[in-house]
């Protein structure tokens, strides 16, 4: 059974940082990139990052370029996401997600989400 679990989220200030896990089980994921992605309230899901098991290549949403770090542990099977200088308009639902590319609909296996709510 596949599972992917995100922990990691919470309540910071405007400016501040905060690191995402999530932690993939139940089968191999090495051909698949995961994807971060994040919803706000009454917004469509968006595209945050992705990286590549294989080789550890990060791309980004422009939105959070300078900001925010993909990187992945293989060993353990866990990525994460690093983000600084956080901004209100960060406050979102994130996800973690095993597929390929940018669009939601390229992914297959979905955590639960952890709730990120920056304060101005």
């Known amino acids: 059974q596949v599972q992917l679990v995100e922990s990691g989220g919470g309540l910071v200030q405007a400016g501040g940082s905060l690191r995402l896990s999530c932690a993939a089980s139940g089968r191999t994921f090495s051909s698949y990139a995961m994807g971060w992605f994040r919803q706000a309230p009454g917004k469509e899901r968006e595209f945050v990052a992705t990286i590549r098991w294989s080789d550890g290549i990060a791309s980004y949403v422009d939105s959070v370029k300078g900001r925010f770090t993909a990187s992945r542990d293989n060993a353990k099977n866990t990525v994460y996401l690093q983000m600084n200088s956080l901004k209100p308009e960060d406050t979102a639902v994130y996800y973690c997600?095993?597929?390929?590319?940018?669009?939601?609909?390229?992914?297959?296996?979905w955590g639960q989400g952890t709730q990120v709510t920056v304060s101005s």
């Open positions: 997600a095993a597929g390929v590319g940018r669009l939601p609909n390229n992914y297959a296996y």
